[in-house]
């Protein structure tokens, strides 16, 4: 009788330890991974004789409810063109070209509203010619920037959406935000991104 006994307490410590090997630990990270989004904004414009179009690509990692880090990539380009009083012939074209990389954190203190500080660096290339006089020229800028605003927005796990206006407070003159300009000008911006969908990992 005692062996008995002892084959199935023996069988069922061998079955339970089997079980234990086996199962899947479900972490909190697993359940609430932190979500990660790739998204952006574009500009698209243009007038008589003038086209501009530009693309804002962004890497957005949430960390929690309050705090979202990014990485962002500057595209644009922008083309302008003028006549002869009787618009008969060109006088004159230029174009300017603008990359650039940089990083942001936008800080959410109140749901739907953000604070947002993206230090960045640019490159600007320009080629201008002067059909009637017959000159033309070419030149590169770079310049560090960096731009602190505010905005607004919604963001969840399904994805963002946000307007912002920002100032760079570096205000260089050879930065993009402010060439021709005699003080800094309001950056304004929009877009919105979508999830970036990972398999989850499971530790066993």
């Known amino acids: 009788m005692i062996q008995k006994i002892l084959i199935v307490a023996l069988c069922l410590i061998s079955i339970n330890i089997c079980y234990s090997q086996t199962k899947t630990v479900v972490t909190n990270a697993d359940l609430n991974p932190t979500p990660i989004f790739f998204g952006g904004g574009l500009v698209l414009g243009g007038g008589t004789g003038s086209f501009q179009i530009g693309l804002n690509p962004e890497l957005v990692k949430s960390y929690n409810e309050y705090i979202d880090l990014g990485a ?3 595209l644009y380009y922008a083309s302008f063109r003028s006549t002869n009083m009787d618009n008969s012939t060109m006088s004159y074209k ?3 070209t603008q990359f650039g990389l940089g990083g942001f ?6 749901k739907q509203f953000f604070i947002q500080v993206q230090p960045e660096y640019n490159w600007t290339f320009s080629n201008a010619k002067n059909i009637s006089q017959g000159t033309s020229g070419s ?3 770079s310049a560090p920037s960096f731009l602190a605003g505010l905005g607004y927005g919604n963001r969840s ?3 963002f959406s946000y307007f912002s206006i920002m100032f760079d407070l ?3 003159q050879q930065s ?3 060439m021709g300009q005699l003080t800094a000008q309001p950056i304004f911006r929009a877009g919105f991104g979508f999830p970036i969908r990972l398999s989850k990992s499971k530790r066993s």
């Open 72 to 74: 962002a990539v500057n």
């Open 94 to 96: 230029s174009n300017n």
């Open 105 to 110: 954190v936008r800080a959410w203190p109140i």
């Open 139 to 141: 030149s590169s800028v």
């Open 157 to 159: 796990e399904n994805g």
């Open 170 to 172: 570096i205000n260089s």
């Open 176 to 178: 993009p935000y402010r």
